[in-house]
DNA sequence: GCGACAG
DNA sequence: ATCTTGTCGC
């Protein structure tokens, strides 16, 4: 699929920031999503040493059967800084994103998209370079506070920063502790939701995620 | 100054 | 993210 260029690229956490400054305002942070969901890509990276394996895997929505495969190895490509975190994988999940030949109608990232300190997190950067929906799923908080949803299967309670609701902790699976749900791009956050419910029939984190976790893995030792 | 801090 | 064994529980 086409991707914009991801230039000019940051030199400094300066840089990086003015970087976002600039997108967030493109942001679509209302729509209701997908109006039809055929496919979903899960993205993820493994890192070791300083190297990084980027992997996107393309689910069929209905069945979660895997329809396509992208990997890509590099380096990383900014040091790891909270809130800056996107600049560090965005080169090589763009890289991997540019080898598929289907274009997915959602994108599933680990990590947040407004549930961020600037509100710009890796699911809206993400989002707005490739135009797609996207939304974040985070297996731990960035920023905010909220109250222990209940213990069964889809209960939730708001995620607030600074006075606004940015996001959910949501419960996947009874009993499990919660993951930290955020709009991206293209959908709101009741859709994110349902999404990320509907991708997590069976464990805490949505299949995209963890499909994708896997091949980022598998990529980085056979290599 | 002292914590908190996606992956 | 990654370093890591056994162990508690369904």
Redesign the pocket.
């Known amino acids: 699929m086409k991707v914009v260029d991801l230039h000019p690229w940051p030199a400094t956490a300066e840089e990086a920031t003015a970087i976002q400054d600039t997108l967030r305002p493109l942001a679509d942070l209302t729509s209701p999503g997908p109006p039809t969901l055929r496919t979903v890509a899960g993205l ?5 040493d300083d190297r990084l394996a980027a992997a996107v895997v393309v689910l069929d929505a209905d069945s979660l059967d895997v329809v396509e495969e992208a990997t890509v190895l590099d380096r990383p490509a900014f040091p ?7 600049f ?2 965005l080169p090589a999940l763009v890289g991997a994103l540019r080898e598929l030949t289907v274009t997915p109608d959602l994108l599933v ?5 407004l ?2 300190p600037k509100r ?4 809206c ?1 993400l989002g707005v370079l490739t135009g797609l929906p996207a939304i ?1 799923v ?6 905010g506070s909220y109250d222990e949803p209940a213990t069964d299967r889809g209960a939730w309670s708001a995620l607030s920063d600074g006075g606004q609701v940015v996001g959910r902790a949501l419960r996947t699976q009874t009993g499990v502790r919660p993951v ?1 749900v955020s709009v991206g791009h293209r959908a709101d956050l009741e859709a994110a939701c349902a999404l990320t419910l509907r991708l997590a029939p069976r464990y805490r984190l949505p299949e995209t995620t963890r499909l994708a ?1 896997r091949l ?2 598998r990529t ?1 030792t056979g290599c």
């Open positions: 993820d990276v493994a890192y070791a790891y800084i909270p809130g800056l975190f996107a560090r994988e990232c680990d990590g947040h998209g549930a961020h710009f997190g890796l699911a950067h974040g985070g297996k731990t908080r960035l920023v930290f976790d980022s893995r980085l």
